[in-house]
């Protein structure tokens, strides 16, 4: 058990639809990571927050947002979803002080869009 | 810029073979490394880093990985595969201060009985 947690394990939905994933990180940890893993693509960085601010973007849709809040959980809105968006998303957190600190990784959200 | 690269997406070994991953780097600043493994139905977790402490790391189940400067290389390495080892190990690079973590495309470890 890594201590992140991520909501909610599965979820189904419609193309066109919206959906909401949450994480909570490790207690301690102000940096919280969003990746996206697909068979096609690979582990894909979306997106990075530490304590509350944007810190580095990847290759993040712009149909994707993310936020951090000041409890430091994360959410990542997916919206217009498309049957393209179907994959594994994972979170991941580390304490973030400059050096070089592991990433802990949630056990993931697994997005079927129909 | 910072990449990784990871040297064949599918790997097959014997049981009690030798383990060899690769991994090799590009980075315009020392490096942090990383090697994370990735059961299946499981988020990824560290199996061991290099911090500049030593070239030799070892790590969690057995693995090992040395770092190469002049080969710009993080090899992850295995003396007896065992069954529990088949899953998908990632390389990962770290070369900014705030975290910008860079991912390899992964490697699909199997062993075969």
């Known amino acids: 058990d890594s201590g992140v947690t991520q909501t909610p394990k599965h979820l189904i939905t419609a193309t066109g639809q919206r959906v909401t994933l949450r994480c909570s990180p490790r207690s301690g940890d102000l940096s919280v990571y969003w990746y996206q893993q697909s068979l096609d693509q690979g582990l894909q960085f979306l997106i990075h927050?530490?304590?509350?601010?944007?810190?580095a973007k990847g290759n993040i849709l712009e149909r994707f947002s993310a936020q951090q809040f000041p409890d430091l959980h994360s959410e990542l809105n997916l919206s217009s979803l498309e049957l393209g968006d179907s994959a594994l998303y994972f979170c991941?957190?580390?304490?973030?002080?400059?050096?070089?600190?592991?990433?802990?990784f949630g056990p993931g959200t697994r997005l079927t869009v129909l | 810029a910072q990449s990784v690269t990871q040297l064949g997406s599918h790997v097959s070994v014997s049981e009690g073979a030798l383990v060899l991953l690769r991994c090799n780097y590009s980075?315009?600043?020392?490096?942090?490394l990383f090697w994370y493994v990735q059961y299946p139905n499981q988020g990824l977790q560290l199996l061991l880093k290099?911090?500049?402490?030593?070239?030799l790391v070892k790590g969690i189940n057995g693995f090992e990985a040395e770092f190469k400067k002049s080969e710009t290389s993080f090899h992850l390495t295995k003396p007896s595969a065992h069954m529990s080892d088949a899953a998908e190990y990632f390389c990962?690079?770290?070369?900014?201060?705030?975290?910008?973590?860079?991912f390899g495309t992964g490697t699909k470890l199997q062993v075969i009985p």
């Open positions: 980075s315009s600043v020392p490096p942090y």
């Open positions: 290099y911090t500049s402490a030593a070239t």
């Open positions: 990962a690079l770290n070369s900014g201060g705030y975290q910008k973590v860079t």
């Open positions: 927050y530490y304590n509350g601010e944007e810190r």
């Open positions: 991941a957190s580390s304490v973030d002080k400059g050096g070089p600190d592991e990433q802990f």
